[in-house]
């Protein structure tokens, strides 16, 4: 959900600009660092009421009425695109003889930057033949969720899972128990690695982290997130990461317990099906499915304020919204925002202004969606709050979110906690028929990559076409509808190959899939 990676796209280093990307920034604020101050959210009082900033198609949209078989193609499963999970058949035992010293790492970002972080260090230890100390996350002064690992992952299935390939502690062994975080905090020390480029080598860390791991027996890695290349390394590292992200990293047993409740109630909404406007679903749900299975959509919607500050794009809240972004923009980054020196017009026509949940709502009816989709909120906190939802809601009414679906005390302990909550929405998202982010951060890459790998639908918005769009103020409904659907023809889940630099946990074919 809520990563701080939008127009990020995995790849932090952008040379020469002086002007900041919001994603390392904040890596370096953070780190080894108490940051509380500029963070309140309540510090700007807001806004004017917000009002509905594309009346006339919004007028059309309400009223939209779908026929049947573009319904039933819309749900309809993706096809095979001929991809296959790569699976290793009977790999022998792969552990190193003898370690070599234990790989410690700190992990800034949200859970899903944390979770390309987690990944990279089996494959960083993997190459140095160490046994890994189960990384260290970092608590995110957006976030502010001090859940570690084995508070979100399945630590012990994460071990298992990796048994043949690397040796994994979850502790340190006493005689290193003063490598700590707070330890590295304090001052210099030989034992930290502080230096790693981003998109370093295999041969960067055999010549850099070795030697340390080889005089100190330990070697802990901060920065390390994006320290590890995607390019130029041996096929079995590639897999190693692949199957860390698809096969080893599962949530903790109450999220996916709480996951698969919500995945019922939105299959299995209390009523009649036909009350609850499904009957259409029912031709087009497969043989063995359970009868009357619901179909659902999930839509990540990262809408929050440093977001929408960060964008420096305009969203219709008048004057009193303008400033308040302006005011937190400048709060925050010092005006070393790299979009403001642009119009809201170029931001838009490039394809740079997150959706708002208006924009998205009208996104998805045009593509056909119509007033009894299951909607299934994924989103943290909305800037504007019910006022900027209420317009999206009304063009679907059967739209939920955990608050709807799950009792407060089903919720009672993920309540409060930024990565569990979005951990939560990410297992919703990537057991959904048709998931859709209105923007494309680390929780977008994260899900296109998983379902990817899975063969899923994902619907990938047009950003610059949508802005184009939404540009318009002379476009009619049907106009806008023919160059939306026309707009999303091949952006649909089909994967697309890796090009050099670009992660595999958003492109995983063809590193971690194979020609089925
Ligand atoms: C859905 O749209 C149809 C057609 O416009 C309308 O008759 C119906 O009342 C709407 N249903 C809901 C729940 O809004
Ligand atoms: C790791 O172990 C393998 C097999 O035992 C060996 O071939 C390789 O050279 C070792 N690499 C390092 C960095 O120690
Ligand atoms: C707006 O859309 C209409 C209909 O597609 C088109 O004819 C017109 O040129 C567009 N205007 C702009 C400014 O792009």
């Not at 055999?206 to 096929?235: K, M, T, W």
Request: overall charge neutral; aromatic content about 10%.
């Amino acid at each position: 959900m809520m990563e701080l990676g939008y127009l990020n796209q995995g790849q932090p280093s952008r040379g020469t600009t002086p002007l900041v990307t919001l994603p390392l920034l904040l890596s370096t604020l953070v780190f080894f660092s108490t940051f509380t101050h500029a963070f309140s959210s309540s510090v700007f009082p807001e806004l004017n009421p917000i009002k509905p900033r594309h009346s006339r198609l919004l007028r059309s949209a309400v009223q939209r009425e779908t026929p049947t078989s573009q319904l039933s193609e819309l749900w309809s499963p993706l096809e095979s695109q001929g991809w296959k999970p790569y699976v290793e058949s009977n790999k022998p035992t792969a552990l190193p003889e003898k370690s070599e010293g234990y790989i410690q790492v700190f992990l800034d970002g949200g859970l899903n930057q944390q979770k390309m972080g987690i990944c990279d260090a089996v494959a960083v230890a993997k190459i140095l033949n160490a046994t890994l100390v189960i990384p260290y996350l970092e608590l995110n002064p957006v976030w502010r969720d001090s859940s570690s690992f084995m508070d979100i992952f399945d630590v012990d299935h994460f071990i298992d899972v990796l048994k043949d390939d690397i040796s994994i502690v979850k502790e340190l062994p006493k005689e290193f128990a003063w490598s700590t975080r707070e330890y590295y905090g304090l001052a210099i020390r030989e034992t930290r690695i502080k230096a790693a480029p981003v998109h370093a080598s295999a041969y960067w860390y055999l010549e850099n982290v070795l030697p340390v791991l080889q005089s100190y027996g330990i070697a802990a890695i901060s920065p390390f997130s994006h320290r590890l290349s995607f390019d130029n390394l041996p096929v079995d590292i590639q897999h190693l990461r692949c199957k860390v992200n698809f096969q080893a990293l599962t949530f903790v047993s109450h999220i996916r317990t709480l996951g698969d409740a919500l995945i019922s109630r939105l299959r299995y909404p209390q009523g009649s099906a036909e009350e609850m406007g499904f009957n259409y679903l029912q031709e087009v749900t497969g043989a063995g499915a359970r009868k009357n299975a619901g179909k659902f959509v999930v839509l990540h919607l990262r809408f929050d304020k440093d977001m929408a500050a960060h964008s420096a794009c305009d969203f219709g809240g008048g004057k009193a919204e303008k400033l308040a972004l302006a005011k937190y923009r400048q709060v925050i980054w010092q005006g070393r925002v790299l979009n403001s020196q642009f119009t809201d017009e170029e931001l838009r026509s490039q394809g740079r202004c997150p959706m708002t949940p208006e924009e998205v709502g009208l996104l998805l009816a045009a593509m056909g969606f119509d007033n009894s989709t299951r909607l299934y909120l994924a989103s943290h906190k909305v800037y504007g709050g019910e006022a900027r939802i209420s317009t999206l809601r009304e063009l679907f009414p059967r739209m939920e979110d955990k608050k709807s679906l799950a009792s407060s005390e089903e919720r009672s302990e993920i309540k409060g906690k930024a990565s569990l909550l979005a951990a939560l929405d990410y297992y919703v998202g990537l057991h959904s028929d048709i998931f859709i982010s209105a923007s494309p951060g680390n929780m977008h890459n994260a899900l296109v990559g998983h379902r990817t790998y899975l063969n899923l639908k994902t619907i990938r918005p047009n950003m610059a076409l949508m802005g184009q769009l939404f540009l318009n103020k002379t476009i009619e409904w049907s106009e806008f509808q023919d160059a939306v659907v026309e707009g999303h023809q091949n952006r649909q889940g089909e994967p697309r190959l890796r090009k050099p630099k670009q992660s595999i946990y958003t492109y995983p074919a063809p590193d971690c899939m194979c020609q089925a």
